[in-house]
Each structure stands twice: as C-alpha cells, then as structure tokens.
C-alpha cells in the first residue's frame, strides 16, 4: 500500500460519519454531507490528486492519482453536488482558461461553490457535438446566442455554462466550434426541467437562447476551438466512466456469485462477463498509461463503448437471476436501471462507433 493511500483512507475516517460504509444509501442525498466533503477534498487535496497544491491536488503521478480515485470509487466516497463542474470544466478552465477566467472561476468551481452546466447536447444532435446548431455571432465585443440545448444536468440550479456553439458556418463542422462561458442570469435563457422515467438525484433539463449577449472575453480556448476544449475535458470523466462500470459490474456479479443455486444456464454468461470486467480493468489501465507517456490511443473511445454496454448486460443478469428468488432485491433493480444511463452519458454508443469507424478503422461515412 502506498504512503499516499494511506494517507487517503486516514482522511475518509476522519471527514465521513462513522457509519458511512453500512448505510451509505442513506447519506446518498445529505446535501449538507456532500458540500462538505468536497471542500474538505479540496482543502486537502484529494479531489484532483494529480493537480498542484493549492489546486485541489497534491502533485501525485496520474497512476498514482488514480489509485486514489479507485478507492474513492470503491468506498463509495460522497458524490460532487455538481459532478460535472470538477470533473469536466475545472480541467478546461485549467488548460484553456485566461489568467484572469483562472483566477475569477477555478477555485470556487473546484471547491463546490460554482455550478456549471455543459451546453452540448442538443435535440437534433444529441452528443455529436460536431452536429451542433446553436450560433453564436460576433457583433462588436459581444457573441450574440440563438439555439437550444437539451439534456443539460442541473441546468436549472447552475450559474455558469460551458456553451459550444457554431461560430464558422463555413468551416468544417469539427472546426467551426467555439467554447463560451455563459452566465446562465443572461436575458434571454430559458430552462425547464425534463421529468424523468425514474428517479434521478440530477435534474434535466432543457436551455433555450435567444439572443443571448456574452461578452467575447467570455471565450475559453481559442475562436473556433471549441472541439479541441471539449475532447480535452471530457478525458477527464472518462478515466471515473471506466471506473465506474468496472465497479458496478463487480458490484452486480458479486451475489451472483455468491449464489450457491445459481443455475447452471447462467455460467457462461457469468465468466464472459467477469471476462469483460477484467478487460475493462487492463484496458483502462493501458489508457491512463498511454496518456502518461503522452501517446495519442484510441483506446478511450473503445473503453466508453465496451464498458458501457458491458456493465447493462451485468446489470441485466442480476436483475434476471433475483427474479428466481421470492422477491427481487431492491438494489438490484436500481443498479439496472442505473445502467441504462451508461450508454448515454459520456457519448452515445451510437455516436462512439461512428467515432471508431471513422477514425480507428478509417471507413467512410454512411459506410
């Protein structure tokens, strides 16, 4: 065990409630409890182990780092009030940021107090951010805003949003993207919640702009950029989607497992699937190491495709056994329908096999 992790299991005991562990699903939606337990992560510097002091981290190597997270992950650790603000804009702000966008946003984003939205997805687009509609227009010192977005988390209770928005209708669609900061105060949004099939401890919602000014030093990275900000900052959720999935398999097979009736039909299926959690355990490996050496891998892609599937069919299988049993075990349930989320969140599968088809194996579109 290494210093670090040590360090970080003394730090759980001494920020969580004694009883966390066994009644973790209770202290699921203590606001009160996860406000603070980011800050305190901050502070220390356990919430970006990899990121300097001051910053949230502690100058770990990134495999290191991510020894942290795993473990955070296993022990289940108080989920983010605003995943998305840490996990996917502080590292855009980070590397794309002005001096003074760092200086106005990283910290208080970092630490809890800043909510974010991401403006990508929209209903004719979906996650192929390439195919976005929005416009933003440069008139004078301002970008003036017209378009929609959909499936925007916590939207409703944020007051910034990273928008991507067509700056170059000439350009290529890769290229004619930029990435603006957007005060979601601005005359002229609109946000209405999205009801749900199921609950879901974030909101959804939908974002309406019409001609919404933001001021041009607003832009994060530069004027038609945008592409490049975005897949910068979503490898960074990537490596806590793999870890994720390889844990909820784990988690799902576990009492399969564990089942001495376990019916002999369902073998097969159980050693592919635990086939395929180790695979995602050495591939998400093989990725965080690629990065390390600064090598360009199209291996995260393929990791988001796989895993998220894979972790459904676990999911599924659990569900199906328990349905033997007198009476389906509710956590069962709620991990299934969890699940289904993972082939949406992070890019569609529909969207990371055109990804791979076109730029792993190189085939034509609409082939």
Known sequence: MTDSLTQFRSFLDTVLPDDYAVAYAGYREDEDLRRRFQAAMFDEGWLIPEWPHGLGGR??????????????????????????AAGVVAPALRTFGTPEQQERYLRPTLRGEAWWALGMSEPDAGSDLASLRTTAVRRGDMFVVNGQKVWTTQADGSRWC????????????????????????????????????GPSIESFCEVFFDDVEVPADQLLGELNGGWRVAVSALEHERDMIWVHNWLEMQRALAPVLDDPARPSYANERVGRLLADTEAIRLTGMRSVGARTAGIYSPISGILKLFGSESVQRAAALALELGADEDEVPLDRFDEYLESMAATIYGGTSEVQRNIIAERVLGLPKGA
């Open 59 to 84: 100058d770990l190597p990134r495999t290191e780092a991510l020894t942290i997270r795993i473990e955070g992950a296993r022990l289940r650790i108080p989920r983010e009030m605003n995943i998305q």
């Open 162 to 197: 990273t928008l991507y928005a067509r700056t170059d209708a000439t350009a290529p669609k890769h290229r004619g993207i930029s990435c603006l900061i957007v005060d979601m105060d601005s005359p002229g949004i609109t946000v209405r919640r999205i009801r749900t099939a």
